[in-house]
């Protein structure tokens, strides 16, 4: 009875269309009132556990360095060496747009800033050279979303952080499958401009875009090669990434005033106090249901009609795919994850196979309506109607998909580089 009152308690919030925020938090105080064995007021202990973790830093320091990246010089210096050594291939400019939308992504680890900084940049390169509005707006979206399952990637750190996986395994295990969607969206686009007369290599030109942007290439290498080496950890990439970016624009390119930095600061705490309270309620009400045995109870009602690995894999799937049309990624990983896991790991799938399949998941809900995050951004950054843009997604979408069903059929997809 009490477990039926909680979930009409969930439905009439969502029904209600409150934030993720209030749901959590009348979940976590309803659970601890009727479940859990200890005062009501040890709520704050468990949250200050919650966020007492070295890893978390990680996560507000990518995002100030992302949103340092793309306020000065480097997305459009990353943009112009891919642009000039891409000319001689049909379609060269939108095979350009995709490649520096995975460098990008690489250094930022997010799918809205790597959108909003190549998509500025090369979104009126694309139609000055007649590439189709759909087909430009949904390259973008698409490539934006690489962000969150190249490494670094927010996500990831999230799921590592509420699984307790390695986020050094993790950030490798996405690897394989980054080279694999950005192989599939690559394929797509020569197919689709194979006919596009070619552009002549202008060794002069390459030569000064790549003189250009060498500090900025060198962004992905300091920090995956950094953590790769063991030389330091993700978190410390992180600030070694801050450091950099503020460094390199500040006083090399000139391009970022004092102003801007401190603008930059104040836009990533916002949406860092937006994110953390969700944070630290979610590893709360994980850790009650831990206490009370409930993955486990789950697992064995669950397993009771699923005790096949197939049946999982397409159910979850089917779940992660309609839960990333509703919420936003942050959000689902923090519920779902410690929920998945038991399950996950019960049929014999691990936890790192789950973690980049949720991901991957999650990531078509990027591209999808009615919450799709990138189809919001593009709306607004490139004055393109709603519906124009979801449209525009559509081909994009069905290859992920296809990325997606060979990742959870191949496992060893992820294992590559392990």
Known sequence: MSGLLLLILIIVLIVLRQPVLVLLMAALGYSYLVWGSDPLY???????????????????LYLLSG???????MAMRITDVMREATAPIPGGLALAALLACGLFAAMSGSSTVTLLAVGSVLYPALRAQNYPVSFSVGLLC?????????????PLILYGVMTRASIVDLFVAGIAPALLLLLLLGIYILWTFRHMPRSQFNREKFSLAARRSVLAMLTPVIILGGIYSGFFTATEAAAVSVIYAWLVQQ??????AWGDTVKVMEDTSRLIGSLFPVLMFAVCLTLLLAMENVPTQLV????????????????????????????DIGSAILVLAPLL??????????????GIMMVMNLEIGYLTPPLGLNLI???????VDFLQVCRACLPYIGLLLIGLIIVALFPAMVHVFL
Do not use: Q
Not at 45 to 58: G, P
Not at 142 to 154: K, Y
Not at 251 to 256: K, N, V
């Open 341 to 354: 896991k038991p399950m996950a790991n019960s049929v014999g799938i691990d936890t790192i196979h789950l």
């Open 142 to 154: 698409a490539g934006g979303t690489l962000g969150i399952i190249i490494p670094p990637s927010i």
């Open 251 to 256: 006083f090399i390119y000139r391009d970022l």
């Open 67 to 73: 949103n340092l990246m793309s306020r000065g010089s």
């Open 300 to 327: 064995d009602s669950v397993s009771s009609f699923i005790d096949d690995k197939m049946m999982f894999l397409i159910l979850t799937n089917l779940l992660l795919l309609v839960v990333g049309c509703l919420v």
């Open 377 to 383: 951004v593009a709306m607004g950054a490139f004055r």
């Open 42 to 60: 040890l709520i704050a202990l468990d949250s200050w556990d919650a966020l007492n973790k070295d890893i978390l830093l990680s996560i507000p």
